[in-house]
């Protein structure tokens, strides 16, 4: 029985309040407004940023079904929608290209005017939104909340992909993947030969040593508390791992002294202010370049002086690895399925969608580095 036309009700991860498990709840989803779609969702990954929102790191409006890293299939359109139509599979992006505000005008940066990461925003382009649980309004998470069986985004918030690809893999592209190894080669721009420290080897970190190992790095250091991740790290492509403690030093002088004076590009993909302060630290003073991926705490400040930036270094920071996403995501999955990087040694577990809860418990316990939920 067609969709088309008529509200949806179907199951949601819908989180209620701050350090609360998900409640899996039956939601109201809309049509689709003129230049809205709606996408059934086939499956989505788990990412930090959706644990940030859940403990506060990460300030968005409540209730709100969360997930960002998706991949499904369209279920209709409306009004002027032209780029995908029902039955395409698409990946929703939680970056959008409007292809008309100056930042997608420039071919330079991809935070396009239409969503602010730091802003709370909450809602469709429009100001109001298409989810309703127990006849309340539930709120939308950056343009994509893939935690619904259903969901529906704006046309600037999704991309039409490859129909041969493997939506169970490829969701990574959605983020995880794309925002690490984009980090490597686009916002850094790894030269081949050169030495690479990365903080944090979950599954962003982790596509960032494959970014480095694209880009020629010939030395590549992983850097977590975790030595659980370091096997992955070592197959993908980190030369050496270390342990912050397992060191009395602070690890910025451990590796300036590994590399004679600083590593020339470093990232920091955990989302602490003291290990991006140590990533910025262990790149060289003259001619390193950091790159901060997590994200920090809200509402806090790191307190730096800029003498550290003034003999030469250069920090910057990225959302989804500086990827135009409209034209760079059916590219990274064409890549993916000419098999120009790996996707698979990232996905340590699947399970069902109602398992959520025990998917963000993976999470935390350092045991997964993507779960991916199928509906
Ligand atoms: P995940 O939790 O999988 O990995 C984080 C890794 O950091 C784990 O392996 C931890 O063991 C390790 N770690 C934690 N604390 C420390 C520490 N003190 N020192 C060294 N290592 C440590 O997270 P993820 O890979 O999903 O996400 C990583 C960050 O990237 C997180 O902050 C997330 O919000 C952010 C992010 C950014 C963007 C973007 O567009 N910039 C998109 N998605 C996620
Ligand atoms: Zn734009
Ligand atoms: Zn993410």
Not at 244 to 257: A, N, T
């Amino acid at each position: 029985m067609s969709t088309a036309g008529k509200v949806i009700k179907c199951k949601a991860a819908v989180l209620w309040e701050l350090n609360k498990p998900f409640s899996i709840e039956e939601v109201e989803v809309a049509l689709p407004k003129a230049y809205e779609v709606r996408i059934k969702m086939v499956v989505t990954g788990i990412c930090h940023s959706d644990a940030h929102v859940v403990t506060g790191t990460l300030v968005k409006p409540l209730p709100v079904i969360l997930g960002h890293e998706g991949a499904g299939i369209v279920e209709s359109i409306g009004e002027g929608v032209t780029t995908v139509k029902p039955g395409d599979k698409v990946i929703p992006l939680f970056t959008p290209q409007c292809g008309k505000c100056v930042v997608c005008e420039n071919p330079e940066g991809n935070q396009c005017e239409k969503m602010k990461i730091s802003i709370p925003g909450g809602t469709m382009q429009d100001g109001t939104t298409r989810f309703t649980c127990r006849g309340k309004p539930i709120h939308h998470f950056i343009n994509t909340s893939t935690f619904s069986e259903y969901t529906v985004v704006d046309e600037i918030s999704v991309v039409k992909i490859d129909a041969a690809a493997p939506l169970e893999k490829v969701c990574l592209i959605g983020c995880g993947f794309s925002t690490g190894y984009g980090s490597a080669v686009n916002v850094a721009k790894v030269t081949p030969g050169s030495t690479c420290a990365v903080f944090g080897l979950g599954g962003v970190g982790l596509s960032t040593v494959i970014g480095c190992k694209a880009a020629g790095a010939a030395r590549i250091i992983g850097v977590d508390i975790n030595k659980g991740k370091f096997a992955t790290a070592k197959e993908l492509g980190a030369t050496e791992c270390i342990n912050p403690q397992d060191f009395k030093k602070p690890i910025h002088e451990v590796l300036k002294e590994m590399t004679g004076g600083g590593v020339d590009f470093s990232f920091e993909a955990i989302g602490r202010f003291d290990t991006e302060l140590e990533a910025l630290l262990c790149c060289h003073e003259a001619f390193g370049v950091s790159v901060v991926i997590g994200v920090p705490p809200a509402s806090q400040k790191l307190s730096v002086n800029p003498m550290l930036l003034l003999a030469g270094r250069t920090w910057k920071g990225a959302i989804f690895g500086g990827y135009k996403s409209k034209n760079s995501v059916p590219k990274l999955v064409a890549d993916f399925l000419a098999r120009k990087f790996p996707l698979d040694p990232l996905i340590t577990h699947v399970l069902p969608f109602e398992k959520i809860n025990e998917g963000f418990d993976l999470l935390h316990s350092g045991k997964s580095i993507r779960t991916v939920l199928t509906f």
